[in-house]
Structures are given as C-alpha cells and as structure tokens.
C-alpha cells in the first residue's frame, strides 16, 4: 500500500499541497515560540564588566513571603552588605573579594558608574593617564586625561576631570573608591561582589561554601554570571517564557486542528476513490495504512522544510520583543534540537491523527454502502466529532463563568484568552449544524435580493452543508481569534487608562528618562501659580503580614508619592484618613485590600519593598480603587530609597484655577539636563506603557496566527472549489453560462463569509462579554472599529479569491474536456 500512496501523490497534487502548505506553516510558527521558550529557559547572557571574576555574589532576587508556595521577583537591585566581603575573603579557596558600586552616571558613551577598585573584575586596563582621584573620573576611549566630562548623577549634573582611559567594556566610567560610595547612595551595600580565586582552585567546591554563608545571597558561576551583572533580565525572563508559553500552547492547538482539517477535507473529497478500492476487495487495513503513508510522506518533507523559516522567524520575534523591552538584548537567542523536535512532534502528530480520523470511516464501511456514502454525504458528524465539540463547549462555558464570576481585573485574560479557543474549536466540530442554523436566517433575505442565481446557491449550499461547513469553518476561526485577542487587548488598555484618569488631578508633569533629584521638588513648588506637586515614583513589593492579601506572586503594584492634602495631585480618591500624614513608616491601602487583610486606620502592615528590604508600616488611609488595578500607596521617600536608581522619573503638578504654569516649568526645567514638561497625556501613556507593549506583542503574534488561518482558509476554499469541476462542467451543458456560473459562485462565496463572519463574531463576543464586564465598568469592549473592519474585509476577500480564482481558471476549459477530482 506505501507504493500505491506514493503513486497517489502524483495525481493528487491539489489536496497534498494543501496539507504540505498548513504543515511547513504550523512547524515553523510552533518552532518559533520554542525558541523563544528555549532562549527564556536558559537566559544566556555572557559577562563582559564581571568577566575577570570566576564567582560573583549578588543579593537573591526573589522573595518568598510567608506562607506561599512561590517567589516574588524583586524589580529593584537587592545588593548584598559590604560587611560579607570581609567573611568572604576567610573563605577557603578565595584569594580577593572585591565589592562592587553601580550606579547610573550619564555621558557620551556612558551609561553606569563603578567604583575604581572594582575595575579588576573585567578586568579594566588602563591605556594613559592614572587611577581616578577624588573629582576625577576614568572613561573608555574617546577621551584623554585632563578633559572636562559633564555626568548626570542622581538626577544633578556633576563635573569631573578625566583622569584616565582604560580599555575594557564599554559603557562604564571608574569613580573614586569614596565618590562612588556617595553617589551609589547604598550605604552599607555593595551592587554585587566579585570574587577572586588562585589558579588550579576547585569552582564548584568554593561556590558551595560562599551559599553556605548567607541564604539571602545568590553565587553565580560560569554564564549565570551575566546574570548577576544584568539582574533585570531575571524579569524579563519570566516574561519571554511566560509569552512563548501561551502564545505557543494557542499556536500549537491551532497548527494541529489546521493541519488535521486539512488533511481531514482532503480525505473527504477522495471518498469516491476509497470507496472504489473497496469494493474491488481493499480491506480496511489496507485502507488505513494507504492514508496514513500518505500523510507521513507529506508532513516529513514539510516538517524538514517548515524548520528553515522556523529558524529565522524565531530570531526575528525575539528581535522584536528585545527593541520593545520585554527581552533583555544582552541574552543570547538559543533555538536547539526541542524546538525542532516540539514543531516537527506536533506537526507529524497532527498528520497521523487527522490521517487515523479520516481512515476510520472509508476503512470500516462496508464496499456498498462505501458507493453510497461518496455520492451524497449524509452524516453530519460521526459521535466522536459530537463527543468532542460538546466538551469543548463545555470547556468554553466554565472559563466564561470562571472569567465573569471569579477573575478580577487584567488577571481575567488568563481564563479569557483560552476560551476564544474552546469556542472556535467546539464550533468547528459541530459545523454543520451551525451552518445550518446561520443558513436559516441568511437564505430568505440572499434569495430575495440575488434572483435565480441566488436560488441556486442557496440549493447548492443547502444539499452541500457538510462540504459549505468545512469552508465557513476556516473563516470564523480566523475572525473569532484575531477578534478576540485584539479587542481583548483595546479593552484592558482603555480599562487601564480609565482607571487611573478617573481619579488624576494633575495638569502638567515633569519628566526626564534618566531620573529626577527629589530635590527638584522644592523648586517646582516654589514656582508661582503651582497650587500642588508630588514625585510620582513606581516599583512593586509583598505584603508579608498579614498573609491574606490579595495579590499573586508578581507582587503588589507601589506608587510613592508626597504628603498633600484634599487639593494634592495623587490619582486617589480617599474613603478614611488623609494623605497629609504620608511620611516616614505609613501606608494608604485600597479599600477592598484594607478589607481582605483586615485592617484599618491605624493598624499595622508588614511589606517587602523592591529591594528586599523588610518594613513595618502604619495604615494613615484608604481609598476607592477598581478591582484589579490596586495600588498601594507608600511615601516617595521611602519607595525611591528602596529603588535602584533612588530617583524618581516624574513630578506631577497642579496650577491655581485659571493659571498656565507650564511656561515657568519650562523655564525651570531648562535649567536641569533632561527634564522636560509633558502635559497629563504623557503621565497617562506612561501608566500604561507596560500594557501598551503587551498588546503591541499580542498583535504581532495574533498577526501570524491570521496569516496562519489565512492559509487555511485558502487550503480549503481551493480544495472545494477544484473539487466541483465536474459539477460546473454539468451545469454549462445544461446551458448556464460562465458568468451564470461565477454568479453563482460569488452568492455562495458571500454565504460562506458572512457565515463564518457570523459565527466568529458569536465566539468573539463570548470571550469579549465577560472579559470587558470583569477589566472595566462596561460589558462592552472597547476599541477602534476599524479593527473589526480589517478582520471581516480580510476574512471576505480571502473566501472571494480563494473561490473565484481557482473557478474562473476551471471554467477556460471546455465542459466536455475529461475532468478529474482533484
């Protein structure tokens, strides 16, 4: 039967090319986000600053607050205590342990500042000049000794002497041993500490007894070395995986039931021939190894070949999650033999299963009945179709009830995403009686306006709403995804930006991306006209006690702004207390935080700030806040001191009634390097620039799966099309016309978009509906409309072209030439 497969691909191209086109697709899609996950799993990132150093230490990133099952990461840079170099250095096997000061320190080509003595640890080699004294400074090439250099530090600008140029990494300049301990702003703590070992010493044996100090430290060796030197990649890890994961689950479900649909239809339209074979005596055996050499024979190549592509798209999605800050540049992109072994897996499974699935009918039938079923297609769907349809519409039912009763805030996506997948699949397994049910409502009003061609249509759609099932099927797939997954982004951005708007009082803010001096405070506030001004500081942190509050392990958000009254600019809307005892150890909790946790005014919290550092807070007020967008509000002060810059990166300001003070803050901010004024829009695009880039994400990744189903789309609507050339010949000898034909042809492409537009739209608003009512305070999601624009216009074009094209080129021919079926 394998030789008789491979004849078969000869003179089946049309149905095989499809299949091979859903396969290389769906291999190199599911590669891509393998290497993605690879690349986020590893997170190598050579050392280049810390290169001279076999171990280094740094403070854990992490925090595991009592009671829970996982960490924290911790946004700000940890630090380990200058006191550990001194019983570092007694450990056996350590010859140095050299501490290390980093701090930003902006300049042409600079962008850290260091400490000079930690300069051996790339190791640094000076090339002219001396070793930085106080005031001095030594910089990387482009410079000499004796030139003047201009340092923004801590938000000021700072003046030094070139005292040197050492070669070594870029981007770094060496400050005094006692500058830098100034300008760090850590007392008592160093950034990291690199450690020194004699030659011949065992790594591993020195590494062991380094973590055996301290449980609150990390001992990095090797590549994880670089880790420690960029430790915002730990973030930024978690995120790629947690991309690649979803993303590749979807993109996996959806590459299989393409791929199976595919091969499934290709199947169907053979059943003629697989009914001929048995009843020349084929036994079912038979039967199923034929098919399923088929499908090897076709899936193998086009496994082999989907990896080429595979390779380059996964390095450009990581391209372009690196430029848009949610993958570190510094990591090196890693694309092994488990991506190609999890694309090709589920490439080839999704083959031999469709290939299993689609054997089981013409190998079991017996030969008269096989005669019988390949002229008219009775069944709808055989109970394993049924089985499976109603479980996942089932499953699509539970995650839209868990999503509108359970979820609260962004965490809704987490139960909404998957559900638009149920709902598609569970729709395209039942899809015939779905295109029934939409062919009900559609068929009065498309005969009415469409005459007799319209009518024919309508019979032809009717008697064929198996075959019209698996065409509309592609497309609603394509518009429920797409339409879902963009609308579900639109609607928690503006749900984002209405909720901190609600509540802002500010009409004009500060800004500067290197950071702004605390100090620059009391200036704003001298300026005539400004009735109120507060730092605007951000990072995140873990209640610790009590044990109940309601945030995951990413932590609770923390805003740190000044102490200010009723008229103050801070985005609350207080419900007790008052913010103007917002100092030292105090706290203002959201209501309903306040609530979980039990406490209130005057009570007493436990946190671990973004730097690891444990505080006791005392409750001074609450406010009213939306559900899933609560944040805890801590003094500026105290959050900025638990920063790793110790700055803040906005001021925000309100005027007098009726007074512009924007022109004064110009002024002001002229004479501070980098500051600017934004007007509040700005403050608004920042608060949600994070949700901003995820849906830039989404939508890139969205985009492929489109262009995915597209594909399929196209598969299918080729495959039906060349299938009815013997229908359409019959019909010119009866006396229709080309054009009558194409006429007809373009009623029932319009019957299979607006159905599968109909359809998709229903499973969209499945997922929508409970997601908009949970994110905001409307069940509607919002969003551009021309988005939906693009996506049915696309969708219709797409059955259109993939109906009419393969028509026209079938109907050249004369309706007597002999015709085959594929």
């Not at 300049?173 to 703590?189: E, I, T, V």
Request: charge should be positive; proline fraction near 5%; include cysteine.
């Amino acid at each position: 039967m394998m030789r008789l497969a491979v004849r078969t691909l000869r003179f089946r191209k049309g149905g095989f090319i499809a299949t091979f086109v859903a396969v290389v697709f769906g291999t190199a899609i599911v590669m891509a986000c393998g290497g993605l996950m690879e690349t986020g799993i590893r997170s190598n990132v050579e050392p280049s600053r810390l290169a001279g150093a076999p171990i280094v230490v740094t403070g854990k990133q992490s925090h595991l607050r009592p009671g829970a099952e996982d960490a924290t990461p911790l946004p700000e840079r940890v630090g380990v205590p200058a006191s550990l170099v001194a019983k570092i250095r007694s450990v056996e096997g350590v010859s140095a342990a050299i501490g290390d000061l980093t701090f930003p320190a902006i300049a042409p080509d600079v962008a850290e500042g260091h400490n000079w003595s930690s300069a051996r640890l790339a190791p640094y080699r000076l090339t002219s000049g001396h070793a930085p004294a106080d005031g001095q400074v030594v910089t990387g090439p482009g410079h000499r000794p004796g030139d003047r250099v201009t340092f923004l530090i801590n938000g000021e600008p700072a003046h030094l002497v070139v005292s040197g140029v050492a070669a070594g990494p870029a981007g770094h300049a060496f400050f005094s041993d006692r500058d830098a301990a100034q300008l760090a702003g850590r007392p008592g703590r160093f950034a990291d500490i690199g450690v020194l070992v004699a030659s011949g010493t065992d790594i591993d044996a020195v590494k062991d007894r380094l973590q055996a100090l301290d449980a609150n430290i990390t001992v990095s060796t090797g590549v994880d070395r670089g880790t420690a030197e960029h430790p915002g990649t730990e973030a930024q890890r978690t995120a790629l995986i947690a991309i690649a994961g979803s993303f590749g689950g979807i993109a996996t479900m959806t590459m299989m039931f393409v791929v199976a649909s595919t091969l499934a239809l290709s199947a169907q339209h053979r059943e003629r021939e697989f009914a001929l074979l048995r009843g020349i005596g084929t036994t079912p055996g038979q039967v199923r190894r034929m098919i399923l050499g088929e499908s090897l024979l076709v899936s193998i190549p086009a496994v082999l070949l989907g990896c080429v592509p595979g390779i380059f798209l996964g390095r450009f999605l990581f391209d372009q999650l690196g430029s848009h800050g949610v993958a570190s540049p510094v990591v090196e992109f890693s694309q092994g033999p488990i991506p190609f072994a999890a694309g090709a897996g589920a490439a080839v499974l999704a083959a031999i299963g469709a290939a299993l699935i689609a054997a089981r009918k013409s190998a079991k039938i017996r030969p008269l009945e096989a005669l019988m079923e390949a002229s008219l297609q009775r069944k709808w769907f055989s109970w394993v179709r049924l089985l499976f349809g109603l479980l996942f519409l089932g499953g699509g039912l539970a995650l839209l009830i868990v999503t509108a009763t359970v979820m609260s805030g962004p965490l809704a996506g987490a139960t909404a995403g998957p559900s638009v997948l149920c709902w598609a699949i569970g729709v395209a397994l039942l899809g015939p009686f779905w295109t029934k049910a939409v062919l009900l409502v559609l068929r009065w009003p498309v005969q009415a306006l469409t005459g007799v061609n319209g009518r024919l249509a309508i019979l032809n759609v009717s008697a064929r709403s198996v075959a019209m099932s698996a065409a509309a099927m592609p497309v609603m797939l394509a518009v429920g995804i797409s339409t879902a997954n963009l609308y579900m982004q639109t609607t928690q951005v503006h749900a984002a930006s209405e909720a901190f708007t609600r509540d802002l009082r500010a009409d004009a803010v500060l800004v500067s991306p290197a950071g702004l001096s605390l100090k620059l405070l009391d200036q704003v506030r001298s300026v005539p006209g400004v009735a109120s001004a507060s730092a605007f500081v951000r990072s995140t942190g873990v209640i610790d006690e009590p044990r109940n509050a309601p945030f995951d392990e990413e932590g609770a958000p923390l805003l740190g702004v000044n102490a200010q009254g009723h008229d103050g600019t801070a985005p609350v809307r207080l419900t007790g207390g008052s913010l103007t005892g917002l100092t030292g150890s105090t706290v203002a909790l959201p209501d309903y935080v306040a609530s979980k946790i039990g406490r209130r005014i005057g009570s007493e919290i436990t946190m671990t700030l973004g730097d690891g550092t444990a505080v006791k807070l005392r409750v001074v007020a609450t406010f009213a806040a939306e559900r899933g967008y609560e944040t805890i509000i801590l003094p500026a002060e105290l959050v900025a001191a638990h920063t790793t810059d110790g700055l803040t990166k906005q001021i925000l300001v309100r005027s007098d009634p009726g007074t512009d003070v924007r022109p004064a803050l110009t002024k002001l901010a002229a004479a501070h390097p980098g500051v600017q004024v934004a007007d509040r829009d700005a403050l608004v695009a920042s608060n949600i620039e994070d949700l901003q880039t995820q849906a830039w994400i989404n939508y890139m990744l969205v985009g492929m799966l489109i262009a995915y189903t597209a594909v399929s789309v196209v598969n299918t609507l080729v495959s039906t099309t060349l299938r009815r050339r013997r229908e359409f010949a019959l019909q010119r000898l009866t006396g229709s016309t080309r054009t009558q034909v194409l006429r007809m042809l373009t009623t029932e492409s319009t019957l299979i978009a607006l159905t599968g537009i109909l359809l998709g739209t229903l499973v969209a608003l499945a997922c929508l509906l409970p997601y908009a009512a949970t994110v905001s305070t409307t069940a509607l999601p919002t969003g551009p409309l021309w988005i939906y624009l693009v996506i049915i216009t696309t969708a219709t074009l797409l059955t259109f072209t993939s109906t009419l094209l393969p028509a026209t080129t079938t109907l050249r021919h004369s309706p007597t030439q002999p015709t085959h079926t594929d």
